[in-house]
């Protein structure tokens, strides 16, 4: 039995009842690994004075370690094999690498010790000292956060206040300006007070407290700006500053199956921590205090802290929505070495020789399983190049890449939308808040919704006529009522702002259907052969199944395509013959995972919102790995996709048509509805 930390257990019996309540949480499953408790320590960590687990925040116990939080508060630490936890003191920004290393070297026979900073600290400071021997596994955030506030457009000359360790970080990205170090706990007043006329802020964190605090003093919170430091474009290419709250292990953690499991099991806990957080909001906050008198982590005072309710929930759902972004397959927290390897580049651009994937963990400690076909992270690649290619364009041509979404009463797979954004996505990124995803990513979008009882062909031709030549895409949502004469609306969306691709199979868009668009990119990232295989496709709706043959078949598949006018039998075992399977029937359980032929590969496209399980549920039921060589997960697969391929498409559209166009687009977007 491993032991607990003399730090943690004092305050055990201060939990209250309500947070004793959060320690019947729904787990989820982020890997297979079997409880420490049984596995047999080392005999250097048996019988140890020292801790088998330290850890090394960034900063004081707060909302950012919300998944931090309950990991503590609901034993979840324990529950994988964790007894013996113990949480260093705070340190002076940018020693946090440096302290990991030092306690590791005093305490030899601790299993892992641990620590979170910034990837644009952590990168240089190990370039600068390798004999800190400490290695990124992790990460709570996938993006910085990192932006600079303030009252107005930044002139030259003006001053900006920053953090000790990133002066020269800032000084790069905002060479008209002079960044000079500045006190980090009244920095949201020393720029309402003009001290600095801008500051290094967080946009999880002082931005709200920043608009809290400008409404006590009666200013407007309107009159603050913020530029992200990752969207700041000089000259052809953004910063690169990679991943925020990054987890990193001394080296020692790596090298052998105790040492291994230890580290995992602190991040399987750690995750599973955030996964409680996003699901259940409204008690996590009393779960931070709880871990604050725990820890006595909460020391600090500054002006940054606005406490209050509404504050807290705000800066909350910023930081989960940050945590979301790094899952990838089937869990939380996973470093991509591409996104590492341009930050590393960025931040070490005038070194030489360096290797890109340096301090990066290339053990697998953290990564998801190889036959998962995971979509999260090209998803999130491709929907980047489409912001990069709408911010291009605006300042070639001095407006946005215009999008606008027509839907016909309400859409019965659009019933759990809100609980999806929580639970998957956020709103930067879902296919349920596109004029949010426009606004975050260099886009105009207008949705017009229209009221189904009222709505008649006619009606509904007007809108497209009125509005098909002030934009650069369509998407006219389906299903339409079986009143409106969808034929005659369809072919009403001109060719070349089809972004959709309602007319890809008849008469030739330009544009694929985003959703068999999104899945074909899938299936080609992870290199899923088709060439003279058979595929079976599971639906032919004319949005998904349908181009989704045809795709196939384009590639050299032999396809057929199963529905539910074909009997089971048939059904049945025309699965069981396909080398692949795809489904798009949008139908839970409709493929059984025992009917598939041993080795088959599985694309995953139709999922469902299930709201007694509280989770999205795929078409294939059962044990899919028994059979299946690859699949795609759900959610984690193709799911993310649809969105960065909608967007791609409106980008490409915008450039066809401004670059053929003779006329003079109108330099702000129309809006209708």
């Known amino acids: 039995m491993w032991r607990l930390s003399s730090v943690v257990k004092r305050e055990r019996n201060t939990v209250t009842a309500a947070a004793k309540k959060l320690v019947n949480h729904h787990q989820f499953r982020l890997n297979k690994h079997v409880s420490l408790h049984q596995r047999s320590l080392s005999s250097a960590a048996t019988g140890s004075s020292s801790p088998d687990v330290a850890v090394q925040l960034d900063y004081y116990m707060s909302l950012q370690f919300a998944g931090v939080a309950c990991a503590l508060v609901n034993d979840t630490y324990q529950s994988k094999g964790i007894n013996n936890l113990h949480f260093l003191p705070t340190c002076p920004v940018g020693e946090e690498a440096a302290r990991v290393r030092s306690f590791q070297n005093a305490n030899p026979s601790t299993l892992a010790t641990l620590g979170s900073v910034e990837q644009n600290i952590f990168t240089p400071t190990l370039y600068d000292d390798p004999s800190l021997n400490v290695t990124a596994v992790a990460s709570m955030f996938r993006r910085s956060p990192l932006c600079v506030a303030s009252l107005g457009p930044l002139k030259d000359g003006d001053v900006i206040g920053a953090h000790e360790d990133t002066v020269e970080l800032l000084q790069r990205i905002f060479p008209k300006q002079k960044v000079v170090a500045s006190p980090r706990g009244t920095k949201n007043t020393d720029l309402l007070d003009g001290t600095y006329q801008g500051i290094q802020a967080y946009t999880t964190t002082e931005i709200p407290a920043l608009h809290h605090l400008m409404e006590s003093r009666g200013m407007d919170p309107n009159a603050v700006t913020f530029q992200v430091l990752e969207d700041v474009v000089s000259g052809s290419a953004a910063p690169q500053l990679g991943y925020s709250q990054m987890l990193f292990a001394a080296n020692e953690a790596l090298e052998s199956a105790d040492r291994r499991a230890a580290a995992n099991a602190f991040l399987a806990a750690t995750f599973d921590g955030w996964q409680y957080a996003i699901r259940n909001p409204d008690e996590v906050i009393e779960a931070v205090s709880e871990a604050q008198k725990m820890l006595k982590l909460d020391d600090e005072s500054n002006d940054h802290w606005y406490d209050s309710l509404s504050f807290k929930r705000e800066m909350l759902a910023l930081t989960t929505n940050h945590v979301k972004e790094t899952f990838v397959g089937d869990r939380l927290g996973v470093l991509s070495p591409n996104r590492w390897s341009k930050a590393t580049e960025w931040l070490l651009q005038d070194k030489k020789d360096v290797d890109p994937l340096f301090g990066l963990d290339q053990t697998s400690l953290w990564t998801p399983p190889a036959n998962l076909l995971n979509g999260n992270e090209l998803a999130r690649e491709a929907l980047e190049d489409a912001k990069f290619s709408a911010v291009k364009f605006e300042k070639t041509y001095g407006r946005k890449p215009s999008l606008a979404v027509i839907t016909v009463g309400e859409l019965a797979r659009y019933e759990h939308s809100q609980r999806r954004v929580q639970l998957y996505s956020n ?35 007007s809108e497209i006529y009125k509005i098909r030549e002030h934009v650069d895409g369509i998407q006219c949502m389906w299903p339409l009522p079986e009143s409106i004469d969808s034929a005659k609306v369809y072919n009403a969306v001109p060719l070349d702002k089809d972004v959709d691709g309602i007319h890809y199979t008849g008469w030739g868009s330009k544009y694929p259907p985003v959703t068999p668009a999104g899945a074909w990119e899938l299936m080609k990232a992870h290199n899923v052969d088709v060439q003279g295989k058979h595929v079976v496709v599971v639906g032919r709706s004319p949005i998904v199944g349908h181009p989704m043959a045809h795709m196939l078949r384009e590639a050299g598949a032999m396809v057929s395509v199963a529905h539910t006018g074909v009997d089971k039998d048939t059904f049945q075992g025309l699965v069981g013959q396909a080398d692949v399977v795809v489904t798009c029937a949008g139908s839970p359980g409709c493929v059984q995972a025992d009917w598939l032929k041993d080795g088959a590969e599985v694309v995953n496209i139709g999922t469902t919102f299930c709201e007694k399980t509280d989770a999205l549920l795929s078409d294939v039921e059962g044990d899919i790995e028994s059979k299946a060589t690859r699949y795609s997960p759900v959610p984690g697969g193709v799911g993310p996709l649809s969105i960065p391929m909608l967007f791609r498409n409106v980008a490409n559209a915008a450039w066809e048509q401004q670059s053929s166009s ?12």
Not at 431 to 457: P, R
């Open 427 to 461: 709103p930067s990124n879902s296919w349920f808040t596109k004029t949010d995803v426009g606004k975050s990513n260099g886009f105009d979008v207008t949705e017009i919704n229209l009221d189904e009882t009222t709505t008649t062909t006619d009606a509904l031709l």
């Open 662 to 673: 003779t006329d003079k687009w109108e330099q702000s977007p129309a809006t209708l509805r």
